[in-house]
T-cell receptor
Framework: AQTVTQSQPEMSVQEAETVTLSCTYD???????LFWYKQPPSRQMILVIR??????QNATENRFSVNFQKAAKSFSLKISDSQLGDTAMYFC?????????????FGKGTKLSVKP | GAGVSQSPSNKVTEKGKDVELRCDPI?????LYWYRQSLGQGLEFLIY????????KSGLPSDRFSAERTGGSVSTLTIQRTQQEDSAVYLC???????????????FGEGSRLTVL
């Protein structure tokens, strides 16, 4: 079965510093997509960044970047220059290419608190 | 619409009553998903629609749960004879194409918080 594991239930970081959230996954597929979603207190999930497994280059979106290690099945999220608005739950998610299961598989999330 | 709209935002009901939760996806999005998020947990997949058909119902936890989608648009999730363990936030998402494709980004609504007393 495909699984996504986030080993850090909670993390905190000082404003303007850098923080890295961990995610590992298990799959026998070779082509797939990985995602990081952010869920602020408003509850609405927002896509932060997406990585396609066949691309070796790590995805980057402004202050957000990933470290994708395919062989290790690791997909960590780095947030640089943390801002108070980054305070949220962060979920790592996976789906195989073509989506044979039809649905994203999510980890249990990491609660990130950015402190002033 | 501009985004995925869900109603009601909050619902309190008594054990044993039926509830209906509604999801209005982004116009033109063919794929629609229901997830359940219990306190302190990740997202639990319930059901996926492609158009009006549901190729994957594997996540529905029991026969008390059902969902339909009409006109390739609005979807309703119905929970019959609610139990306290059904208390959760029910999230709906839609995507232009199925999630495993290049245009498969999921856009989420704000969820419906269900509390069963």
């Amino acid at each position: 079965a495909q699984t996504v594991t986030q080993s850090q239930p909670e993390m905190s970081v000082q404003e303007a510093e850098t923080v890295t959230l961990s995610c590992t996954y298990d799959t026998s597929e070779n082509n797939y997509y990985l995602f990081w979603y952010k869920q602020p207190p408003s509850r609405q999930m927002i896509l932060v960044i997406r990585q396609e497994a066949y691309k070796q280059q790590n995805a980057t979106e402004n202050r957000f970047s990933v470290n994708f290690q395919k062989a290790a099945k690791s997909f960590s999220l780095k947030i640089s220059d943390s801002q108070l608005g980054d305070t949220a739950m962060y979920f790592c998610a996976f789906i195989d290419y073509g989506g044979s299961q039809g649905n994203l598989i999510f980890g249990k999330g990491t609660k990130l608190s950015v402190k002033p | 619409g501009a985004g995925v709209s869900q109603s009601p935002s909050n619902k309190v009901t008594e054990k044993g009553k039926d509830v209906e939760l509604r999801c209005d996806p982004i116009s033109g999005h063919t794929a629609l998903y229901w997830y359940r998020q219990s306190l302190g947990q990740g997202l639990e997949f319930l059901i996926y629609f492609q158009g009006n058909s549901a190729p994957d119902k594997s996540g529905l936890p029991s026969d008390r749960f059902s969902a339909e989608r009409t006109g390739g648009s609005v979807s309703t999730l119905t929970i019959q004879r609610t139990q306290q363990e059904d208390s959760a936030v029910y999230l709906c998402a839609s995507s232009l194409e199925p999630a495993g494709g290049p245009n498969g980004e999921l856009f989420f609504g704000e969820g419906s918080r269900l509390t069963v007393l």
